[in-house]
């Protein structure tokens, strides 16, 4: 089922039902106008002895026609609005009805952009991913916004617009299994992101070789595939500043390597490029909406297989930053893949911050769960930068220390660093003193940790349940706010 937007048309056909809105207390009478005499009195009879706690009523005018009422608190938060579009997905999802009619005149709120956002959830919550089933629903729900007044700008049209499809490439990208979305197959579809007016650069194994990242290239090197890093640039501000910084962890599949996962854990790995599908989500967004920024994407692409050819616990391994790495589990690859891929962006983007994205640890689902991401950062200035999108967005964060002690526990005896912490404990934030090492000149930067928030087994208030695109729309947030 897919959600056609049309603001254009302003006459109604009778087989279109209509969605109009009032106040918390649902009085109905401004809504005289909108309605036949028939109808109006209909509504106005039962809205008197209404459920005023539910948000939204749907009266029966006819076998074709149906009359959606819709009740606006005050002072509703554009989340609480998103929230309330997404609400009303829901119902229409399942009303046998392809057309409604949405009366914007009828909008009561001193939100000014209320209906931007309305649909804005409405849009998000509509997404799924179907591409695998072989019996095609077709179904189209066409949205008329009629009406002169309360309808977004063009320019929050094209912003709306910018973010839903960020978001949906990124949970394409992530509902995609191992089998099809590999390392070869993520970089080609990268290098189509050019039509977007991104400067794609594709670095393949010959080249990750010659920059000697030896720590990303052993997690893919027991794969048939090939191993990428691919950076995405978008030059929209009118200096040449530079850039802010976006990097993503981005394993197509861990099987844990040698260090292997046991089947229950195995099987929701296809996920585990979560991280590199929002920094590519991120990135088309604002090439689409012409951000005003100067940005870079830098995603890591590998697959941890096992293979004659696999890394081995005990490898000793040379990063890009010359720091040499003991890898005593193969199932902390992200973090090897990383760790290149943060050096990399530090020294070559010279970026006024970096945050990145990665399904990290399963400790951090047993901290956070999936209510927040982990945040782990050496910059309390950006730290509250993100918390705070995270809150208006509801993308939530929360941060998790990093420390000098936890830092020792990643000494190793035969290398500068080991890829674990043996001792236990703090999974989450060992590995955060891990990534933290490869941040060689104090560059601003943040960790966010999203293995419990990439994939939701049972929906959430703007996803219907599988890849969330988390993160998306909190650094776009991050950004708009305090960097454009
Ligand atoms: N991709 C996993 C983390 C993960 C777990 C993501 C569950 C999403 C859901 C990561 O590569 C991993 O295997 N981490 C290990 C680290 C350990 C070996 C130190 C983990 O969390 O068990
Ligand atoms: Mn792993
Ligand atoms: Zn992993």
Redesign the pocket.
Same mark, same amino acid.
């Given at each position: 089922m897919s959600i056609k937007l049309n603001y254009s048309k302003i006459s109604t056909n009778n087989s279109s039902s209509l969605v109009l809105f009032c106040d918390e207390k649902y009085r109905t009478n401004g809504l005289k106008k909108y309605l036949s005499n028939t109808e109006f009195s209909y509504i106005n009879d039962i809205s008197k002895t209404i459920d005023t706690k539910r948000n939204l009523h749907i009266f029966e005018i006819n076998s074709k026609k149906k009359i959606l009422l819709i009740s606006i608190k005050k002072n509703l938060k554009n989340s609480e609005v998103e929230n309330l579009g997404a609400e009303f997905f829901k119902i229409i999802k399942n009303i046998n009805k392809n057309e409604y009619t949405v009366i914007s005149d009828s909008i009561i709120s001193n939100n000014k952009s209320f209906l931007g956002y309305f649909l804005h959830g409405l849009k998000l919550k509509s997404y799924e991913f179907k591409k695998y089933k072989t019996k095609k629903e077709k179904k189209i729900i066409l949205i008329n916004i009629a009406g002169n007044k309360n309808k977004p700008s063009s320019q929050e049209q094209l912003k709306f617009k910018a973010l839903e499809e960020g978001t949906f490439y990124a949970r394409d990208l992530v509902s995609e299994p191992g089998n099809i979305l590999h390392p070869d197959e993520y970089a080609k579809r990268l290098s189509s992101l050019k039509k977007d007016g991104l400067k794609v650069t594709i670095y393949d194994e010959k080249k990750l070789k010659q920059l000697g990242m030896y720590s990303l290239l052993g997690v893919g090197q027991g794969s048939i595939r090939g191993s990428y890093l691919v950076t995405m640039e978008w030059n929209g501000a009118k200096n040449n500043s530079n850039p802010l910084a976006f990097v993503g962890?981005g394993?197509c599949f861990?099987t /844990?390597g040698y260090?292997l996962?046991p089947a229950k *854990?195995m099987e929701?790995?296809t996920?585990?490029m =979560?991280g590199s599908a929002t920094v590519v989500g991120l990135m088309k967004n604002f090439a689409l909406r012409k951000a005003k920024i100067n940005a870079v994407g830098v995603v890591g692409l590998v697959e +941890?297989m096992v293979s004659g050819n696999a890394q081995r616990p005990g490898d000793i391994v040379k990063s890009y930053s010359g720091k040499t790495i003991e890898i005593l +589990?193969t199932?902390?690859?992200?973090?090897l893949v990383l760790a290149d891929a943060l050096t990399f962006t530090e020294k070559k983007f010279k970026p006024r911050f970096i945050v990145d994205l990665? #399904?990290? #640890? /399963? =400790?951090? $689902?047993v901290s956070l769960g999936s209510e927040y991401a982990g945040l782990f950062s050496n910059d309390d200035k950006l730290s509250k930068e993100i918390f705070n999108a995270g809150e208006k967005v509801e993308e939530k964060v929360w941060r998790m220390p990093l420390h000098k002690n936890y830092d020792k526990l990643m000494n190793s005896k035969n290398a500068d660093v080991q +890829? $674990? +912490?043996y001792v236990g404990g703090a999974?989450?934030t #060992? =590995?955060a003193q891990f990534l933290q090492r490869f941040i060689l000149n104090k560059t601003p930067w943040a960790h966010l940790d999203i293995? /419990?928030m990439? *994939?939701s087994k049972y929906g959430g208030a703007l996803n219907s349940g599988g890849a969330t695109g988390f993160g998306v729309r909190l650094l776009n947030q991050l950004v708009e706010e305090n960097y454009e």
């Amino acid at each position: 089922m897919s959600i056609k937007l049309n603001y254009s048309k302003i006459s109604t056909n009778n087989s279109s039902s209509l969605v109009l809105f009032c106040d918390e207390k649902y009085r109905t009478n401004g809504l005289k106008k909108y309605l036949s005499n028939t109808e109006f009195s209909y509504i106005n009879d039962i809205s008197k002895t209404i459920d005023t706690k539910r948000n939204l009523h749907i009266f029966e005018i006819n076998s074709k026609k149906k009359i959606l009422l819709i009740s606006i608190k005050k002072n509703l938060k554009n989340s609480e609005v998103e929230n309330l579009g997404a609400e009303f997905f829901k119902i229409i999802k399942n009303i046998n009805k392809n057309e409604y009619t949405v009366i914007s005149d009828s909008i009561i709120s001193n939100n000014k952009s209320f209906l931007g956002y309305f649909l804005h959830g409405l849009k998000l919550k509509s997404y799924e991913f179907k591409k695998y089933k072989t019996k095609k629903e077709k179904k189209i729900i066409l949205i008329n916004i009629a009406g002169n007044k309360n309808k977004p700008s063009s320019q929050e049209q094209l912003k709306f617009k910018a973010l839903e499809e960020g978001t949906f490439y990124a949970r394409d990208l992530v509902s995609e299994p191992g089998n099809i979305l590999h390392p070869d197959e993520y970089a080609k579809r990268l290098s189509s992101l050019k039509k977007d007016g991104l400067k794609v650069t594709i670095y393949d194994e010959k080249k990750l070789k010659q920059l000697g990242m030896y720590s990303l290239l052993g997690v893919g090197q027991g794969s048939i595939r090939g191993s990428y890093l691919v950076t995405m640039e978008w030059n929209g501000a009118k200096n040449n500043s530079n850039p802010l910084a976006f990097v993503g962890k981005g394993v197509c599949f861990d099987t /844990g390597g040698y260090s292997l996962k046991p089947a229950k *854990f195995m099987e929701d790995m296809t996920y585990d490029m =979560a991280g590199s599908a929002t920094v590519v989500g991120l990135m088309k967004n604002f090439a689409l909406r012409k951000a005003k920024i100067n940005a870079v994407g830098v995603v890591g692409l590998v697959e +941890n297989m096992v293979s004659g050819n696999a890394q081995r616990p005990g490898d000793i391994v040379k990063s890009y930053s010359g720091k040499t790495i003991e890898i005593l +589990n193969t199932d902390a690859e992200g973090r090897l893949v990383l760790a290149d891929a943060l050096t990399f962006t530090e020294k070559k983007f010279k970026p006024r911050f970096i945050v990145d994205l990665a #399904t990290l #640890t /399963g =400790a951090i $689902i047993v901290s956070l769960g999936s209510e927040y991401a982990g945040l782990f950062s050496n910059d309390d200035k950006l730290s509250k930068e993100i918390f705070n999108a995270g809150e208006k967005v509801e993308e939530k964060v929360w941060r998790m220390p990093l420390h000098k002690n936890y830092d020792k526990l990643m000494n190793s005896k035969n290398a500068d660093v080991q +890829n $674990i +912490n043996y001792v236990g404990g703090a999974g989450s934030t #060992t =590995a955060a003193q891990f990534l933290q090492r490869f941040i060689l000149n104090k560059t601003p930067w943040a960790h966010l940790d999203i293995a /419990g928030m990439a *994939f939701s087994k049972y929906g959430g208030a703007l996803n219907s349940g599988g890849a969330t695109g988390f993160g998306v729309r909190l650094l776009n947030q991050l950004v708009e706010e305090n960097y454009e």
